[in-house]
């Protein structure tokens, strides 16, 4: 039986946001691990994509980050 993925979470090196689930910081600019670390071991969640992500810099020139996509 596959379980459903209900909540998608994500985690990037060029944001801030707050924890889908109990709304703690996650600050992927400081430190993107503890963000991706955080919806593993806090929520259970499972790891469904990590890689780059290209977003416009002031310049409007491409800006590669990196982003997690984590499911519940």
Known sequence: ??????????????ESSRCSFCSHPIDGTLDFAAGVN???????????HLGQE???D???????TTVAFLGA
């Open 1 to 14: 039986m596959v379980k459903e993925i209900k909540i998608i979470a994500r985690v990037s090196s060029n």
């Open 38 to 48: 955080h919806y593993l071991t806090a929520h259970g969640c499972k790891l469904l």
């Open 54 to 56: 290209d977003v416009p």
């Open 58 to 64: 002031d310049h409007h020139n491409p800006w590669a």
